[in-house]
């Protein structure tokens, strides 16, 4: 684990910046139930600006479909990566999306559905290429969900498993936020930016590292190990760091507008 500031660095007028987050857990607390979770109006509206002082360089990278992303920053029409980059638009809007052969799918769907039915109050959640465990209401079956996951990816070895903030996932390999980031960053709008990174779970950690090679600015939302150089305590604490953040920009850009009017007009003189 790296030396951990519990602050994080003002951002420089010089550079350019591509901005990621994380939803669950960083952009929105966390609820019991995953189709509970919800973005303030508020945070929406600083998204929005944060992503027009970036020239569109902002984007989504979560566990959830890209259905549930966009229902979550409507009116918003961000770029985005779902599934942990299983499906992603990039910044033109074209979408990529894996998906498992529908025997495999439909086979992993019927086993997961029984076993995870022998187990109250746990939740299945297919993704259509992957298939979240969750257990928040019933910490109690932790081992059992892990030991299902784990029978399950000796059956299907195209999948992976991902641990999360009480819940499993089953992906498939070679997927991750990691490598979701890297294929944003070979792209307009956000080739040649800084990467600033901001997530909560050890599904981020993928996401960390691509932004520590890149000398990009990673950060890690709440307790725990972590790849991240920085660190913020909560959600409420990103959502002030991105309000803090906004006022920085805005202050540049117009500190930069009124350089350049005088400039012109010195040299007009």
Avoid at 26 to 42: G, M, N
Avoid at 248 to 268: A, I, N, P
Wanted: aromatic share 6%; with cysteine.
């Amino acid at each position: 684990m790296k030396n951990q500031n519990e602050s994080v660095p003002p951002l420089s007028a010089s550079k350019k910046y591509a901005f990621f987050f994380d939803v669950d857990g960083t952009l929105a607390a966390i609820q019991s139930r995953p189709d509970q979770v919800f973005i303030p109006q508020q945070v929406i509206a600083n998204l929005k600006r944060l992503a027009q002082l970036s020239e569109g360089a902002l984007a989504l990278v979560s566990g959830r479909p890209m259905s549930e992303l966009d229902a979550l920053v409507s009116p918003l029409h961000l770029p985005l990566a779902g599934v942990h980059g299983a499906e992603r638009r990039d910044g033109e809007g074209n979408i990529e999306r894996l998906s498992l052969p529908d025997e495999v799918a439909a086979s992993l769907s019927a086993l997961l559905s029984e076993a995870m039915a022998k187990l109250p109050d746990t939740q299945l959640e297919p993704k259509g290429m992957a298939f979240a465990l969750h257990y928040r209401r019933a910490e109690h079956h932790q081992q059992a969900v892990l030991a299902l996951a784990e029978e399950t990816i000796a059956r299907f070895p195209m999948l992976v498993l991902q641990p999360g903030k009480c819940v499993v996932e089953l992906k498939p390999k070679g997927v991750s936020k990691g490598a979701a980031i890297e294929a944003f960053m070979q792209q307009a709008p956000f080739v040649d930016r800084t990467p600033v990174f901001i997530g909560d779970d050890l599904t981020d950690e993928a996401g960390f590292r691509v932004i520590n090679t890149r000398e990009g600015v990673a950060i890690k939302v709440g307790e725990g190990e972590t790849q991240a150089p920085w660190r913020l305590a909560d959600v409420p604490a990103v959502h002030h760091w991105l309000e803090q953040t906004l006022l920085q920009l805005d202050q540049d850009e117009t500190t930069s507008v009124r350089s350049k009017g005088y400039e012109s007009l010195s040299s007009r003189i």
